[in-house]
């Protein structure tokens, strides 16, 4: 499908529905410059279709960066970034580690915006969810969504569990 190589050729930030991409598109996705292109992968339009896997691994391994959505739709009504999480660790065989980071700064960076968004650090914006667990692998591993403690937009509480 060429899929990869085609994005890396038309200097697109990032490529969604991975699934069919070959060794030559990584490689295209992987060399492109001045930056790699991102791959966003979406588990539950797999899983709900009935897709083949994309090659998470090759391309985390070729050192394409991966971005995880929900891709939310008519066909996918899933909205949970934690479940995202857990399928694309059982599915796609990618650690929580990557998992975090794919739904987090590398989310943010595949739409040009990991200056402001996507980690937790000064000069962000601070637009956050804040979740009960006792550890942060309890939001990937576990098959529910954890409480909401908090919603922080702007720096600013606009939800409180606690009120």
């Known amino acids: 499908m060429q899929s990869g190589a085609l994005a ?6 990032a490529v ?3 699934e069919m991409l070959s060794p030559a598109d990584i490689a295209a996705m992987a060399s492109h410059a001045p930056e790699p292109v991102f791959a966003v992968l979406l588990p539950t339009t797999k899983y709900i279709l009935k897709l083949p896997s994309p090659p998470a691994r090759e391309m985390i391994r070729a050192g394409v960066p991966v971005a995880l959505g929900s891709d ?3 066909n996918a009504h899933c ?3 934690p479940m995202t999480m857990n399928m694309a660790c059982v599915l ?3 650690t929580m580690n990557e998992a975090l980071v794919g739904a987090t700064i ?5 739409i040009d915006r990991a200056a402001t968004h996507g980690s937790i650090e000064v000069g962000k914006l601070a637009d956050l969810v804040v ?3 006792e550890q942060w692998e309890q939001v990937i591993y576990e098959m529910v969504d954890p409480p909401i403690v908090f919603v922080v937009k702007k720096g600013e509480i606009k939800f409180s569990a606690h009120a």
């Open 72 to 74: 939310f739709n008519p």
């Open 79 to 81: 909205m949970s970034m």
């Open 131 to 133: 979740l009960c667990a």
């Open 106 to 110: 590398n989310a943010a960076a595949s």
């Open 8 to 13: 890396a050729d038309l200097h697109a930030r």
């Open 92 to 94: 796609f065989g990618m």
């Open 16 to 18: 969604s529905h991975c």
